[in-house]
Each structure stands twice: as C-alpha cells, then as structure tokens.
C-alpha cells in the first residue's frame, strides 16, 4: 500500500483537524462515492503538502547560494561575468522570488545582472591594444566605449585621413555633439586612459603625431 493512494488511503498522515471534514463528506456523498472523494481530496492535500515543503527547502538553498555568491563578489573572488552566469541559470528555474533574495544578498542589482552579458557585448574594446574603433553614425549594438569610461579618440574624415583628436569619459554624446557642430568623420578610434594625466599625455602626443586639420582650425 502506498501513502496517499486513492483507491486505499493510510489516514494516518492527517491532520487532526482535517478528520471531520472527510467524515462529513463520506456522509453526505455515501459509502462508495463518500469514501472515493475523500480518499482522493487526501492524497491531493498531502501533495500539496510535499509541495510546500520542496519550496521551501528550495528557498532555503537558493537563499544560502545568493548569500554565498555576494560573500564571494564582495571579496574579489568572482566578478560579474561569473555572476551573470550564476544569475541566468537561477533565472530559468523561474522560481518565486528570487530577484528579492538575490537582491538581499548580492551588491548587483537582479536587473543589471540580466543585462551585463549584453552590456558587456557592446562595450567590450574590439580593436588593437584595449581600444574601439568604429564608423559613424554609431549603428545600434555596435561595439563601443561605455558611460564614464574615459578614453582619447580620434576621428577620421573621408579620406580616412586623421582630423580631429580629443577626450572624453562620455563617449557617444561626445561624438553627436561634434556631428551636431559640423565636423565631418566617418570613422574612429578611441584609447582607454587610466587617468586624466594619462589621457593629457596621450592626447598630446597623438596631436603631435596625426596634426589633425579640425584642432588646428580651432586652436586658431
């Protein structure tokens, strides 16, 4: 005999105060339907029993995982492209909840951990040395320097020719404004800086190397 099997229940997995419930309705429907019905609601109410007791061994590992994984960030020892892993993989288990506990625990939003892949496919450097280099207009998903990364470019006009060089820790709204005030470029190339020093001496010295027409003509 199974626990819980309809067709010959074991009544001793009840609750006290689920007994006249069942009596009730063995009365009221008859011996043979009576007995059927309330055999069969008493294996749904154990399911449903296992059910809430799985959930909540299941919260309880994904709570301590999360608060392991923020443990680890906090001290260096994972970054966020092993946290996007770990995120996407909680995320198809589509469990109740888990943005909160993950938020809870860990410094990274759930948001910006669903998204980081994606963002780091657009602002990882695509070009030689740690640089990005690109055609303007920027296309959408295009490789790029991200927000508040600061970085020395250059601009080249249609002759593919160097024309302009400068600095920026606001890449794309840096080159729209230079679209927007005339200039003609067709395709860049940006350099990270580690530092403002760093970027001075870099712009410097690839002034003095391109000797761009457009930061002649406005130097004049």
Known sequence: MHEGDASCPDRSYLHASEKP???????????????????????????????????????????????????????????????????SALNELKSVGRATRWNSNIDVAWAKAAHWKRYVARYRPNGPAGSWIGDW???????????RVPVV??????????????STDQFAPRLNAHDKDGKRFVRWQAHPARDREHAYLMEDRLLREHKPHLNRKASR
């Open 21 to 87: 419930m069942y009596d009730s309705i063995r009365e009221a429907l008859g011996p043979e339907l009576g007995e059927s019905t309330a055999s069969t609601l008493q294996h749904i109410a154990l399911i449903k029993r296992r059910e809430e007791k799985l959930k909540a061994a299941r919260e309880a590992a994904e709570l301590q995982l999360v608060h392991r994984l923020g443990a680890a960030h906090r001290n260096g020892e994972i970054g966020m492209d092993e946290l996007a892993e770990v995120h």
């Open 137 to 147: 207009p920027l296309t959408q998903g295009a490789s790029r320097p991200g927000p």
């Open 153 to 166: 470019y250059v601009l080249f006009g249609p002759s593919n020719e160097p024309c302009y060089v400068g």
